[in-house]
């Protein structure tokens, strides 16, 4: 079984930066990515990365997050810069399970809130 732990979220004010880190623990797995989930709306994707390393930004956010994952390939970060109002949410780590292509693990969350 795997386990995603989720860290950095936080208040920050518009314009600003925050870095999400989120471990894995247990079995291999293949992609990891973000999702998030803001109040009265549902789950969405941020972004996502590859074992191999390739990356895809959902368009409201390209540009301003990055998805990065280190070499051990067991830790995925989101850096986000340029921090809007609507980037607000419940940020989820996920993680599909190595050679499958669908998310199968999910983290606790972390709260993100930008304030204008």
């Known amino acids: 079984q795997v386990q995603l732990v989720e860290s950095g979220g936080g208040l920050v004010q518009a314009g600003g930066s925050l870095r999400l880190s989120c471990a894995a623990s247990?079995?291999?797995?293949?992609?990891m990515g973000w999702h998030r989930q803001a109040p009265g709306k549902q789950r969405e994707f941020v972004a996502t990365i590859r074992y191999g390393g390739s990356t895809n930004y959902a368009d409201s956010v390209k540009g301003r997050f990055t998805v990065s994952r280190d070499n051990a390939k067991t830790t995925v970060y989101l850096q986000m810069n340029s921090l809007k109002s609507e980037d607000t949410a419940v940020y989820y780590c996920?993680?599909?399970?190595?050679?499958?292509?669908?998310?199968?693990?999910w983290g606790q969350g972390t709260q993100v809130t930008v304030s204008s």
């Open positions: 247990g079995s291999p797995v293949g992609t």
């Open positions: 996920s993680a599909m399970q190595y050679g499958t292509t669908s998310w199968k693990y």
